[in-house]
């Protein structure tokens, strides 16, 4: 497959002018700059949720020029920015604005827990009146293009025409590709499956609103929600507590996966796909012991369609939304 190395940071040909990438998630925000020099000048810092609607695009900008600070890259200089961002997104004028679930508390309401209540945060028309150029994607869109162009999403040498990128981290993302097309849809929020029904657990509260659905069960923010209680603070932990053998936590992650599972069959099934990249710092940091698991549950089903289909880790590794928003604003 042939993955960029972690330990080899992709640099812009000799002469290109600077560009900022920009990786928001739910829990942190990731900026850096790319050059001729390499991936530089990362700064991160928590996603910002307290005050106006405005103060997650003031992070950005102000993060950007510290990170060009660090680079040693004059912010005039900047040629473009890309924004590879959770989702989902509004339109407002033609112009991305998010309505992320994990960002904004006026959608599920105060039962969430959000620290607002913002129903919707700037964010490409201030970056827009800053710098030349700007394209923003949602996350697991810009993941897919990076894994197409560098990562595990590629067959000898060219990029895979029906395939999937799917993060499992704060949410659940999803970028996707049939017939060598990237699907976007109206907003820009294709792959949002994350938010499919599932569950009729009525005690598993999404960021959107929805009762039982993925991410509502099994993002790494739902399960910490759900099963701090019983003494698992976090993902983490609980994995932890798994791998280690402790049975009531490798049940809990067996049904996490159960759920995760049923996911990736959907999309497997629907989209008629031959491999899943997956990523995210739920599965990235517990991988070899979650891929035999999603692997297993996809084992026999429906042959004629999950036959040819591969689940693998990210070639892209933890870097994964460095390279995703590099992808959006090089050729």
């Known amino acids: 497959m042939n993955p960029v190395s972690s330990c080899e940071p992709l640099r812009l040909p000799a002469g290109s002018p600077p560009v900022a990438c920009v990786d928001i998630g739910g829990t942190k925000l990731a ?12 700064v991160v810092e928590p996603t910002a949720k307290h005050g106006p609607n405005s103060a997650l695009a003031a992070q950005l900008l102000r993060m950007i020029a510290q990170s060009a600070a660090l680079a040693n890259v004059p912010q005039s200089q900047i040629a473009a920015v890309g924004v590879s961002s959770c989702g989902p997104f509004v339109l407002k004028n033609g112009l991305v604005e998010l309505a992320a679930p994990n960002i904004c508390g006026g959608l599920a309401g105060p039962e969430r827990g959000l620290p607002n209540d913002w129903t919707s945060a700037l964010l490409e028309a201030p970056l827009r009146a800053a710098f030349p150029r700007v394209r923003v994607e949602n996350d697991g869109t810009s993941a897919l293009e990076a894994e197409r162009r560098w990562g595990a999403l590629r067959r000898n040498g060219q990029p895979l025409a029906h395939c999937a990128y799917v993060t499992w981290s704060t949410g659940i993302g999803m970028g996707l590709c049939v017939d060598g097309h990237i699907l976007r849809g109206k907003n820009g929020n294709a792959g949002h499956a994350g938010h499919l029904f599932v569950s009729d657990n009525h005690e598993a509260l999404c960021g959107c609103g929805n009762l039982g659905d993925v991410e509502a069960l099994i993002a790494g923010n739902a399960i910490t929600r759900r099963f701090s209680q019983v003494g698992y603070a976090d993902a ?29 069959y959907n999309l497997i099934v629907t989209l008629d796909l031959e491999r899943i990249s997956l990523g995210g710092s739920v599965f990235w940091h517990h991988r070899e012991f979650l891929l035999p698991r999603l692997q297993a549950f996809m084992a026999g089903k429906l042959p004629a369609l999950t036959l040819g289909c591969e689940l693998v880790s990210a070639g892209l590794g933890d870097r994964v939304g460095d390279y995703a928003a590099l992808a959006l604003v090089t050729a």
Do not use: P
Not at 31 to 42: F, K, S, T, Y
Not at 237 to 245: E, P, Q, S
Not at 248 to 258: G, H
């Open 31 to 42: 900026i850096c700059v790319a050059d001729e020099h390499g991936l530089r000048g990362q």
């Open 236 to 264: 983490a932990g609980l994995l932890t507590a798994a791998k280690a053998g402790d049975a009531k936590a490798l049940s809990i992650v067996d049904e996490l996966c159960r759920v995760m599972g049923r996911t990736l």
